[in-house]
């Protein structure tokens, strides 16, 4: 391990060294990426130094407990050698972690869709509930959410609302997200207390640059429209709102939520752009999963993933089969314990794959 954690360090102070070169400071998008490399470097160095520590301790403890003239002396290092012995396997496991290869595609910003699906009102009204959870996570992350677009329910909520979602590593916790949530509840139309069950879908796309995607003008239509807000009524009698629709592939992306017409089309063409990019990721992630049988990303924006049993105060993720009876915090939020757990189950089954490198 300590092997493989000094070459961690060459590249660590390589990193440190980069970071202060003008050259460096003056190119953003690099001086972002050698700033993300060095944090994530950080954190492994800061374990490297506590596993020299600990191993420091069991050879002192050991020379005490050999010499043995001070029996006090010696109960001391056989306390602090047990300590350490009993920490050491954790932190092997905390490193391996730390050192599997990260998805180039997980530090980036994401553009999350939430869908109203089967269910009519019901499922509108519950795919506001689930905007409602994912903005509040991500407040409480520090992130950053911005609406791009969105289409009001009859009854509340929404039929279908785009959101641009700012901050650190923001994809590679919200990928675990995407896939059809179900909910089982009495709907405030239902008059005899029936449960129903109703589903919305989630896609979350990272956001992608210029140079991820290049996009040909002659391939895009562009329409402007007025801008709509509660019950359909234009808030705007400007043209402002901006649709795309990229021919070949027949994807469309639009942006209301400015007030101006050019704010509204650079976010539109980021969208269209996250979404050409999403293409080709979700076939790799298709054949990533399928190649590792993995449980947790498989690509398919169908699949059911999790279940909101409201009489139960029960949630299930049905990929790790995870259930929780604390219904009341989770829509609140508190989904952190949930994405923890995907994000372990993603992490062994890469492990497993690079297990006979540690």
Known sequence: MLEKLQIVKQRFDEVSDLIIQPDIITDQKRYIQINKEYKDLRILMDKREEYLALTNNIEEAKEIIADGSDTEMVEMAKMEMDEAKERIPMLDEEIKFLLIPKDPEDAKNAV????????GDEASIFAGDLFRMYTKYCEGRGW????????????????????????????GVLKFEAGVHRVQRVPQTETQGRVHTSAATVMVFPEAEEFDVQIEMKDVRIDYFCSSGPGGQSVNTTYSAVRLTHTPTGLVAQCQDQKSQHKNKEKAFKVLRSRLYDLELAKKQAEDALKRGSMVTSGDRSAKIRTYNYSQGRVTDHRINLTLYDL??????????????????????????TGETF
């Open 112 to 119: 999350m869709e939430i869908r109203a699906g089967t269910g």
């Open 144 to 171: 950053k959410t911005s609406v791009v677009d969105f289409s009001e329910g009859t009854s509340g909520g929404f039929k279908e609302i785009q959101l641009e979602i700012n901050g650190e590593d923001v994809y």
């Open 328 to 353: 009341g915090n989770i829509i609140n939020g508190d989904i952190q314990k949930i994405i923890d757990e995907l994000q372990l189950v993603n992490n062994t089954e890469k492990l497993k794959e």
